[in-house]
Structure formats: C-alpha cells, structure tokens
C-alpha cells in the first residue's frame, strides 16, 4: 500500500492568483497522477507525472495551466495558473503502486477561485 | 473512445435490502474493472477489482463482457454503506472514472 499526503487541504484564491499543490508519497513510485473533480462531476484525468521526463496531459489540458513537477520518486505538484472561477474543483493525486491491487488517492485539495 | 457510465446519480434504500449499484464500459481490449467508495470525509479508495473475484464488506461485482457491465452487489445494504460509488476501468496506466453514485441507506 501507499501513504499519499498532499497540501494544502483547501484553500480560497484570488482570479489570476496560482496556487501549487504537493504530493507526498512514502515510498518510491513510477507513475504520479493528478486529476480533477468538478463540482457534481467524476474523476477527470489532468496528466500523469514520471520522474525524469515531461508529464503527460489529457486532451484539454495544458502545461501553461497546468504546471507540473516530478523531481524525485516520491513527490510531485501541480500549478493552477492564472486561476479562474471556472478552477475551483477538487485536485487529487495519485499513484499506482506496483503490485498493489489499485490506486491510491490523496485527500484531494478543494480549490475556491473567488 | 474508452467511457464508464454509471446510470444513477442517487440510490436509495433501505437497510437490509439489496442493492445493486450498475456501471456499463465501453473499451477497447480488455480493460481491468474496479469499484472506488468514497465516505463522507474520507479520501477515495478502492473497493475492489473485478481480478480478484473477490467480496469486501459484502460487495461483489461480477464482469460480464457480454453486456460490458460490471454491476456492483450486496444482497443486505447497512447503514454504513451510505457513501459515493465510483466505478472505473484502466487499460494501461490510466484510470477512466464513471460519474459515480451516491448510495444512501435509510434506517
């Protein structure tokens, strides 16, 4: 199993403001995944972070908005740039352990973009 | 393009009777079929995978490539029970995520 911890829990920002989240894992991992969650909405798959190379974005996402870095095995954030009201979601990380029987999830940040 | 479709947005009913908790797949290959809970307050995690045959807290989830579902089961709902349901599928390293459904167990 995997211990995700990630920073911060919540918080209120200004439009046009960035705000960066971390990601903690306690053990070393290949792939780091960030994802979004609307308001009413599932799961949507921002990028998958590997260590050592460029992350990888879905279809609507951007590095220019969306940031990320993957300096190590074990850690990882992600910028929200240039926030909009249309940003606040829930931001969660997560990693798929080698072996593990699924995913695991941070406690998601919840993002207010006033 | 692969998708995961969870009907029900809300689910009610009452302990002790069954309840079944349906997700549909669209995909190509054979992706890997999971069911994720979400309690209030608590962090997404998973509940379990269709790979294991497996049955966690009374829950069981049959695959049926034939209908492309994976319906998730439990022939006695508890109040604890209460809480999101999401179903995915991976194929590869990414995960898909239906839209979930929020299960209420009433006294």
């Known amino acids: 199993s995997a211990v995700i911890s990630q920073k911060p829990s919540r918080d209120i920002c200004q439009r046009g403001t960035s705000l960066t989240i971390q990601c903690q894992v306690d053990?070393?991992?290949?792939?780091m995944f960030w994802y979004r969650q609307q308001p009413g909405q599932s799961l949507t798959l921002i990028a998958t972070?590997?260590?050592?190379?460029?992350?990888?974005?879905e279809s609507g996402f951007v590095i220019d908005k969306f940031p990320i870095s993957r300096p190590n095995l074990t850690f990882s954030t992600l910028t929200v740039s240039n926030m909009s009201p249309e940003d606040s979601s829930i931001y969660l990380c997560?990693?798929?352990?080698?072996?593990?029987?699924?995913?695991?999830f941070g406690q998601g940040t919840r993002l207010t973009v006033v | 393009a692969q998708r995961v479709t969870q009907p029900e947005k809300l689910l009610s009913v009452f302990k002790g009777a069954p309840v079944e908790l349906k997700c549909n797949y669209s995909?190509?290959?054979?992706?890997?079929l999971f069911w994720y809970v979400q309690y209030s307050r608590q962090r997404l995690q998973l509940l379990l995978r269709?790979?294991s045959r497996e049955s966690i807290k009374g829950f069981t989830a049959d695959l049926n490539k034939g209908e492309t579902s994976f319906h998730l089961k439990k022939p006695f709902a508890q109040e604890e029970d209460s809480a999101m349901y999401y179903c995915?599928?991976?194929?590869?390293?990414?995960?898909?995520f239906g839209e979930g459904t929020q299960l209420t167990v009433n006294p």
């Open positions: 997560s990693t798929d352990v080698l072996g593990a029987r699924g995913a695991f």
């Open positions: 995915a599928a991976r194929g590869g390293s990414r995960l898909t």
């Open positions: 995909y190509s290959g054979s992706p890997e």
């Open positions: 053990s070393q991992v290949t792939m």
């Open positions: 972070a590997n260590q050592g190379s460029e992350a990888t974005y």
């Open positions: 269709h790979i």
